[in-house]
Nanobody, 116 residues
Framework: VQLQASGGGLVQAGGSLRLSCAAS????????MGWFRQAPGKEREFVVR????????YYSDSVKGRFTVSRDNAKNTVYLQMNSLKPEDTAVYYC??????????WGQGTQVTVSS
Protein backbone atom coordinates (compact mmCIF):
# COMPACT_ATOMS: atom_id res chain seq x y z
CA VAL A 1 0.00 0.00 0.00
CA GLN A 2 1.19 3.50 -0.84
CA LEU A 3 -0.30 6.35 1.16
CA GLN A 4 -0.23 9.91 -0.15
CA ALA A 5 -1.18 12.75 2.16
CA SER A 6 -2.15 16.09 0.67
CA GLY A 7 -4.03 19.26 1.45
CA GLY A 8 -1.54 20.97 3.72
CA GLY A 9 -0.62 24.60 3.42
CA LEU A 10 -0.33 27.93 5.14
CA VAL A 11 -3.37 29.23 7.00
CA GLN A 12 -4.03 31.90 9.59
CA ALA A 13 -4.99 31.02 13.13
CA GLY A 14 -8.67 30.24 13.31
CA GLY A 15 -8.73 28.97 9.76
CA SER A 16 -9.43 25.53 8.34
CA LEU A 17 -7.77 22.94 6.19
CA ARG A 18 -8.83 19.54 4.94
CA LEU A 19 -6.19 16.89 4.57
CA SER A 20 -6.59 13.80 2.43
CA CYS A 21 -4.79 10.49 2.59
CA ALA A 22 -5.22 8.53 -0.62
CA ALA A 23 -4.20 4.89 -0.71
CA SER A 24 -3.13 2.94 -3.76
CA UNK A 25 -1.96 -0.58 -4.39
CA UNK A 26 -4.66 -2.28 -2.39
CA UNK A 27 -7.78 -1.47 -0.50
CA UNK A 28 -7.56 0.03 2.97
CA UNK A 29 -11.20 -0.71 3.74
CA UNK A 30 -10.20 -3.32 6.33
CA UNK A 31 -7.50 -1.21 7.97
CA UNK A 32 -7.81 1.07 10.93
CA MET A 33 -6.29 4.37 9.85
CA GLY A 34 -4.56 7.09 11.80
CA TRP A 35 -3.19 10.59 11.54
CA PHE A 36 -0.04 11.68 13.33
CA ARG A 37 1.93 14.89 13.27
CA GLN A 38 5.46 16.00 13.94
CA ALA A 39 6.45 19.53 14.79
CA PRO A 40 10.02 20.77 14.38
CA GLY A 41 12.23 19.45 17.15
CA LYS A 42 9.48 17.28 18.59
CA GLU A 43 8.57 13.63 18.44
CA ARG A 44 5.78 12.39 16.22
CA GLU A 45 2.50 12.49 18.09
CA PHE A 46 -0.84 10.81 17.69
CA VAL A 47 -3.73 12.92 16.40
CA VAL A 48 -6.64 10.62 15.62
CA ARG A 49 -7.55 7.12 14.50
CA UNK A 50 -10.60 5.77 12.76
CA UNK A 51 -11.90 2.23 12.55
CA UNK A 52 -12.12 0.38 9.27
CA UNK A 53 -15.86 1.04 9.03
CA UNK A 54 -15.50 4.65 10.09
CA UNK A 55 -17.91 4.25 12.98
CA UNK A 56 -15.35 4.48 15.77
CA UNK A 57 -12.94 7.35 16.19
CA TYR A 58 -10.49 8.38 18.87
CA TYR A 59 -8.95 11.84 19.13
CA SER A 60 -6.10 13.27 21.08
CA ASP A 61 -7.20 15.83 23.64
CA SER A 62 -5.30 18.55 21.82
CA VAL A 63 -7.52 18.33 18.74
CA LYS A 64 -10.81 17.04 20.13
CA GLY A 65 -13.69 19.28 19.11
CA ARG A 66 -11.68 20.98 16.36
CA PHE A 67 -10.64 18.14 14.06
CA THR A 68 -12.87 15.57 12.41
CA VAL A 69 -11.69 12.39 10.75
CA SER A 70 -13.68 10.54 8.13
CA ARG A 71 -13.12 7.99 5.43
CA ASP A 72 -14.55 6.97 2.10
CA ASN A 73 -13.67 3.35 1.53
CA ALA A 74 -15.08 3.46 -1.99
CA LYS A 75 -12.45 6.10 -2.79
CA ASN A 76 -9.77 4.44 -0.65
CA THR A 77 -9.25 7.75 1.10
CA VAL A 78 -9.21 9.11 4.62
CA TYR A 79 -9.81 12.76 5.45
CA LEU A 80 -8.93 15.08 8.28
CA GLN A 81 -10.99 18.25 8.56
CA MET A 82 -9.14 20.72 10.74
CA ASN A 83 -11.02 23.75 12.05
CA SER A 84 -10.10 26.51 14.47
CA LEU A 85 -6.45 25.94 13.73
CA LYS A 86 -3.85 27.19 16.18
CA PRO A 87 -0.17 27.98 15.70
CA GLU A 88 0.64 24.93 17.81
CA ASP A 89 -1.00 22.76 15.16
CA THR A 90 1.90 23.58 12.87
CA ALA A 91 3.55 20.30 11.91
CA VAL A 92 4.04 17.76 9.19
CA TYR A 93 0.98 15.54 9.16
CA TYR A 94 1.23 11.86 8.33
CA CYS A 95 -1.36 9.18 7.79
CA UNK A 96 -0.86 5.50 8.49
CA UNK A 97 -2.64 2.21 8.02
CA UNK A 98 -2.65 -0.38 10.77
CA UNK A 99 -1.40 -3.74 9.56
CA UNK A 100 -1.96 -5.41 12.91
CA UNK A 101 0.83 -7.83 13.70
CA UNK A 102 2.88 -6.50 10.79
CA UNK A 103 3.02 -2.91 11.94
CA UNK A 104 1.98 0.10 9.90
CA UNK A 105 2.10 1.52 6.44
CA TRP A 106 3.16 5.15 6.54
CA GLY A 107 2.65 7.81 3.92
CA GLN A 108 4.77 10.82 3.23
CA GLY A 109 3.64 13.84 5.16
CA THR A 110 2.04 17.10 4.26
CA GLN A 111 3.11 20.37 5.86
CA VAL A 112 0.58 22.41 7.80
CA THR A 113 1.65 25.87 8.92
CA VAL A 114 -0.61 28.05 11.04
CA SER A 115 0.38 31.68 11.39
CA SER A 116 -0.63 33.78 14.38
Amino acid sequence: VQLQASGGGLVQAGGSLRLSCAASGRTISTNEMGWFRQAPGKEREFVVRISSSGTITYYSDSVKGRFTVSRDNAKNTVYLQMNSLKPEDTAVYYCNADRGYYGYYWGQGTQVTVSS
